[in-house]
């Protein structure tokens, strides 16, 4: 019997080989080990949790049920390095968690029983996936929501640490919103960290102080943001007090080629074109009466005024809508006639061929010339008999060519009769002449190979 328990324990303090008891997991070579998950009591508005790399973290606070709450993580070395984790929530309903990639910043949960609440952190921060691990800072946060009606207004309040104040927008069944921040004075919230608010997700963004939503949209900033349906909340995070308003976009209907209409400039409204179109025609938006210099010819941004390209109707594909508003904080023109026109397309241009003529009666027209495949190298544009009330330039696409050289392209216009570009590729290549809204003649364009 004593030979029996002297087997035993030596057993239990010489195991056999190959065997690991009660031993701690080692860490993979060349990393070291994952340290101890910290565990803190918290409440709204402490400060933030100092993390060393990859360790993970639980707070533990007192909330209200309906409360909303998430976690502030970053980089202590680097802000704008991403990070990936688990953020878990345990109340006295049981244990949620949700994941927390890198195109996303945060992830909002709703506590669902009063009393103490979990909120716990596991991930990491780095430039890269693979690459080595920062020191992370957590923080509690609580989220407090302001709806703001269609075409209404909101009072927000100033940014303080620990709490993320959103105003948000519901996405209707029809129509389209745009939600700004403005300032105590009415001026637009100057943004210095922007975030958007999309359901229960909070991403980075552009620092803008006004987002436009519609169902059926794909919220652009973001790219990788859910595509929006009806009922989905999207909201902008307030950076100091003032108020939210939401404005309905303004809808008109109008005919390619048709005539002008005329959009009243106000402040924070969007314009919606909807006309009928096919991507053959290649439309674009022509503004009436502004100057010849008041934006780039190629891509009309009329400052103050902007436009956003035409994109389908999602009820009728063969629609298309663009977007036009007016300044957000009221300058510019108090109106803006603007038509909506199609591309004149016009016979090949091509290498050594001969020459083709551009000529309008209609200001602003816009052609495009397919240069069928050429041979691979450099070549030359040239206008002449040129003719016109205005400005007007050609636009090829600029390539690199071999030898870490670059040609800017074939752009040609009144101050530079000639241009020299390069072919890297035997393969068909588009030009695009473009009159300013206001001009109209004729000019003659042919091109060349260089030898």
């Known amino acids: 019997m004593r030979r029996f328990i002297v087997g035993v324990v030596a057993a239990l303090l010489f195991p056999l080989p190959g065997v690991v008891v009660g031993q701690p997991a080692a860490a993979a070579p060349g990393t070291a080990p994952t340290p101890r998950v910290k565990d803190v009591e918290s409440s709204y508005g402490a400060a933030a949790v100092r993390l ?150 909070v991403f980075n963004d552009s620092l803008v102080g006004a987002v436009s939503v519609e169902a059926g949209q794909r919220y652009l900033l973001p790219r990788r943001s859910p595509r929006l349906s009806p009922g989905m909340r999207v909201g902008l995070v307030v950076p100091r007090a003032g108020f939210a308003e939401s404005l309905q976009a303004r809808e008109h209907r109008i005919e390619l080629d048709g005539p002008a209409v005329t959009l009243q400039a106000e402040p924070g409204r969007e314009h919606l074109l909807v006309y009928a179109a096919t991507a053959e025609d290649r439309p674009y938006i022509l503004p009436l009466g502004v100057p010849d210099n008041s934006g780039d010819l190629g891509d009309p941004s009329w400052w103050p005024w902007r436009t956003y390209t035409g994109f389908a109707d999602p009820d009728d594909p063969s629609l298309r809508r663009t977007i036009v508003a007016s300044d957000r904080e009221g300058a510019g023109p108090e109106a803006l006639q603007v038509r909506v026109r199609r591309t004149v397309r016009v016979p090949d241009l091509v290498v050594g061929g001969p020459p083709v003529t551009f000529s309008s009666v209609d200001p602003g027209t816009r052609f495009v010339a397919t240069i069928p495949a050429p041979a691979v190298g450099a070549a030359r544009l040239s206008a002449t008999d040129v003719s016109t009330t205005g400005r007007w330039q050609t636009w090829v696409p600029p390539v690199v060519c071999p030898r870490d050289c670059m040609y800017p392209g074939l752009s040609a216009g009144p101050d530079a009769l000639t241009a020299d570009g390069y072919f890297s590729s035997a393969a068909s290549h588009e030009l695009q002449f473009t009159f300013a809204p206001g001009a109209t003649g004729s000019v003659t364009l042919a091109l060349t190979a260089v030898r």
């Open 52 to 201: 060393a790399p990859r360790q993970g973290v639980v707070i533990a606070f007192r909330a209200r049920r309906g409360d909303q709450v998430m976690l502030d993580v970053s980089s202590r070395r680097d802000r704008a390095a991403p990070c990936s984790f688990t953020q878990s929530i345990v109340d006295s309903r049981g244990r949620r968690a949700a994941e927390v990639g890198r195109s996303t910043s945060a992830r909002i949960m709703r506590v669902r029983s009063t009393g103490r609440v979990e909120l716990g952190f596991r991930g990491v921060c780095a430039h890269a996936p693979g690459q080595e691990a920062h020191p992370v800072s957590v923080r509690l946060v609580k989220v407090r929501m302001r709806d703001v009606a269609r075409d209404g207004s909101t009072a927000v309040r100033a940014a303080r640490p620990g709490y993320l104040d959103v105003a948000r927008v519901r996405v209707a069944r029809d129509g389209r919103d745009t939600l700004t921040l403005r300032a105590g004075d009415g001026t637009v919230q100057q943004v210095q960290r922007s975030l958007v608010v999309i359901g229960d997700r």
